[in-house]
């Protein structure tokens, strides 16, 4: 399975922007499915975004429109784009990977390879 490492978490007042990045291991091919999860103190993980090998989209309905899920270019697997960022959006934010998919899902059973979370803090 091929190893992935988060960066770019951090603290921000609510309404700023942070951009999140996953690297890999080794260089996906374009069929690799990709994903951006969450888990807050007390909650279970949810899925935030994912993207399939033909770069279709699909968001967590609380952060569509605020947030923007791209692949990246030989080991930079994808970048989580997150702008007018609210309280609620503070959560250990996890990158997922899988060597395929039949569309861009949100289920972490789907997903193979995990990185180990990088914290987002949005304050008041």
């Known amino acids: 399975q091929v190893h992935l490492e988060e960066s770019g978490g951090g603290s921000v007042q609510a309404g700023g922007s942070l951009r999140l990045s996953c690297a890999a291991s080794e260089r996906l091919t374009s069929n690799y499915c990709l994903a951006w999860f969450r888990q807050a103190p007390g909650k279970e993980r949810e899925g935030v975004a994912a993207i399939d090998g033909s770069r279709r989209t699909t968001y967590l309905p609380s952060v569509k429109g605020r947030f923007t899920i791209s692949k990246g270019n030989a080991n930079a697997a994808s970048y989580l784009q997150m702008n007018s960022l609210k309280p609620e959006d503070t959560a250990v934010y996890y990158c997922?990977?899988?060597?395929?998919?039949?569309?861009?899902?949100?289920?972490?059973?789907?997903?193979?390879?995990w990185g180990q979370g990088t914290q987002v803090t949005v304050s008041s």
């Open positions: 997922a990977a899988n060597r395929w998919c039949w569309s861009p899902r949100l289920t972490s059973s789907d997903y193979a390879s």
